[in-house]
Every structure is written in structure tokens, then in C-alpha cells.
């Protein structure tokens, strides 16, 4: 490697791509599977593979880096168990990922990208825009290190953290590839689940890829009027051009999508409001999923009152659309995603 030349991400290697570099250095094919192998449990350097020459060892530390995350924070729920973590990443900027236990498995919800440009208007990870994207190492990182620190094995993945995924569509997509990968850490794709906030073209590209992962849309207003009022993103992708998007996704793939509406006190939550989104959701196989607004008070927004949010949730039920409301977990702890990250910079 030329002196001076930058070190190539190892961990953003997709098994094939990593067997193809190794048998350019005249390495049998097996050291790739073990590379990988090591890289998908978590190690932070090349001297921890163990069972590789050292002389391998050498070799490839003075080609590529193992990117890694360091813990800088971590809250634990008193109320039901959620772990919050706030992480460091090599170039020093921050990320979220929560781990949430359910009975059914732990999940972890992990950001994207450091930052948000889609600017909605009830949301803490947007203030201050979008600094840079994830690269798929880090966000692999976010996984292995969650499982690690919490001691927990992962069974499900939420991409709803920090970020806008299909604004950081390559390297999402990588990320995908690298943690559903059978040699790697094999969490089936009917296991993840990817929140948008409704970027049409890249819900397009991700229906034409036919990944046979859950979309989750994050709606929060049934009509164009409401939704430019708390979403920037309506201007470029009206309502009725994301349905239509979210239709060719389903008619691809046959995976329901799931809307995500995070109730907003006298914005979102009137029984007008119930009423369109009966109207436009009806007989689409589609589910919403009630969000209880988490306080940010650089926004201002309020919660809808409790009896509001049932109101809104029965009316649903009875105009035959499948609803939920979100059980609230960590509200402890900086529920809010953002929240964590916004505080370590006001210290």
C-alpha cells in the first residue's frame, strides 16, 4: 500500500467484495470467511483474529480499518428496560441507537445518517440539519455494539432513529445486505423494518430491490394541507404521490406497509383528520400506528390528550383500517430520538 494512501473500511465489505480483495492478495479463500466472521461479532482490531497468521494480521491492518464505535452514554429505563445509547464515531460526531426488549425478541432502533435535513417540525434529530451520512460499518456498528454493551442478542432491526434512510440509500441498502448476510450476523429482512418520511424515489428503488423488509411510512397527516404545516418533505412528495408510491410497493413486494402518525395536539388529531385518513386507507391491507408525541421543547408541539388518541383510534377501527397505538417505552430517558444527542452538546 502506497505511504500516505487512506485505509479502506473493511467492515463496509460485503463477503463477496472482501473475498475478491483477499484473493488479490493471494490469500485462499477461506481467510475471507474468517475475516468476516470476526468483523460480524464486533472486533475492534485485526490482533483480536485470532485464529489468522500474524503476519496476515499486519497485512491487512496496513491496508484497511475496522471502524468503531465508542460508548460515550448510556441510560437504562427504570420503567420497562429500554438502553439508550449515545455513540462516538471515528470522526467524533454522535449517533442514538435504542435497544427495546419485548417478549418476542429485542430490538434495536438505529439512525442512519448524523443529523436530519427533512426538517419536521415535531422532531428533535433535525435541529441543526444533517451533518453527513452513515457509512454501512457504522451502522452494522450500531447493531454489534448495542448486543455487546447490553449483553443482549438482537433479533430485530427498526431503521427510525436518526436520520432519513432513503436519503442515505447506498449505504442503507450495504447495511442491509451486510447484517442479513448468512455468514455475518443473519437477521432475516421480515425482521427489519425501514421508516421513511416519504421520499418517493427511494421507495421506488427499494420496491424494484425486493428486499421482503416492512416499509413504515411516517405519515402524521392524511392531507397535503395538514402534512406542509410539520413536513417539509410534502412540498416535494405531495400526499397522493406517496400513496401512489407506497401502492407500487405493496403490488412489488406484497409486504403491508405500516404509517406511522405521531398524534399533535389541535394539528393532526381531529376527527376530520380520522376521517380522511379512513378514507384514504380503507381496503389497502395498510396498518397505522398511533404515536404518542414525544415533548420536544425546542418544538413546542403538545401530545394529544389520552381520550383524543382513542378517539382517534376507534374511529379508525370502526372505517375497517387496522390501527395500534405504540406502547411507550424508555419515556424515562430522553424518549424523544435526538433528545440524547442534543443534550451532550448543551453540557
Known sequence: MPNGAEKRDIKSLLPEELSAELT????PAFRAKQVFSWLARGV??????????????????????????????????????????????????????????????????????????????????????????????EMLDEVLRTGIEAEAEISNIVLMGIGEPLDNFDNVVRFLRLV?????????????????????EGIDKLAELNLQLTLSVSLHAPDDETRLKIMPVDRAYNVQSLYDACRRYFE?????????????????????????????????????????????????????PE????????????????????????SDIDAACGQLRRGSYRE
Open 24 to 27: 488479490a492478495m493471494g490469500l
Open 180 to 200: 442479513n448476510s448468512p455468514e455475518g450476523a443473519n437477521i432475516g429482512m421480515r425482521h427489519i423494518s425501514l421508516s421513511t418520511c416519504g421520499v418517493v
Open 44 to 137: 475492534r482490531s485485526f490482533d483480536d483474529m485470532t485464529n489468522l497468521p500474524k503476519s496476515l494480521r499486519e497485512s491487512l491492518a496496513e491496508r484497511y480499518e475496522i471502524p468503531s464505535l465508542r460508548m460515550l452514554r448510556k441510560q437504562i429505563s427504570a420503567l420497562d428496560g429500554t438502553v439508550k445509547f449515545l455513540w462516538e464515531l471515528p470522526d467524533g460526531e454522535s449517533v442514538e441507537t435504542v435497544l427495546m426488549r419485548y417478549k418476542h425478541g429485542n430490538s434495536v432502533c438505529i439512525s442512519s445518517q448524523v443529523g436530519c435535513r427533512m426538517g419536521c417540525a415535531f422532531c428533535a434529530s433535525t435541529i441543526g440539519g444533517k451533518i453527513r451520512d452513515l457509512r454501512a460499518s
Open 307 to 330: 381520550e383524543r388518541v382513542r378517539e382517534f383510534e376507534k374511529t379508525l377501527s370502526d372505517g375497517g383500517v387496522t390501527v395500534t397505538v405504540r406502547r411507550r417505552l424508555g
Open 252 to 304: 412489488k413486494t406484497g409486504r403491508r406497509i405500516s404509517f406511522e402518525y405521531a398524534m399533535i395536539r389541535d394539528v393532526n388529531d381531529t376527527p376530520r383528520h380520522a376521517g380522511l385518513l379512513v378514507k384514504r386507507l380503507r381496503g389497502t391491507g395498510a396498518h397505522v400506528n398511533l404515536i404518542r408525541l414525544n415533548y420536544v421543547s425546542e418544538r413546542g408541539l403538545q401530545p394529544s
